[in-house]
Nanobody
Framework: QVQLVESGGGLVQPGGSLKLSCAAS????????MGWHRQTPGKQRELVAS?????YYADSVKGRFTISRDNAKNTVYLQMNSLKPEDTAVYYC??????????????WGQGTQVTVSS
């Protein structure tokens, strides 16, 4: 089993920055894919960024968000810059084993709210 715990969400003004963290524990190693999804009411959850051997970013966040990973700490981060009101969502950390897909991950965190508003 894998447990994921997110932190770092909150309220920020447009143009501001936030850094989300996701601490992983359990039977996980650096061969797992890690990623961040987000969801707003009435919409499907969407993959925002992920990494395993390569990184992926949704078009809507390219150039503004950066995903990174500290394998020694089993922690993945999402640095979010130049935030826009449309980035407002609940952000979920996710993990998929080597045989799985981060688009349909095996494990989810509890979610952290990000609100971009003046």
């Amino acid at each position: 089993q894998v447990q994921l715990v997110e932190s770092g969400g909150g309220l920020v003004q447009p143009g501001g920055s936030l850094k989300l963290s996701c601490a992983a524990s359990g039977t996980i190693d650096n061969m797992y894919a890690m990623g961040w999804h987000r969801q707003t009411p009435g919409k499907q959850r969407e993959l925002v960024a992920s990494m395993r051997s390569m990184t992926y970013y949704a078009d809507s966040v390219k150039g503004r968000f950066t995903i990174s990973r500290d394998n020694a700490k089993n922690t993945v981060y999402l640095q979010m810059n130049s935030l826009k009101p449309e980035d407002t969502a609940v952000y979920y950390c996710a993990a998929a084993p080597p045989t799985g897909s981060i688009r349909n991950p095996n494990y989810w965190g509890q979610g952290t709210q990000v609100t971009v508003s003046s």
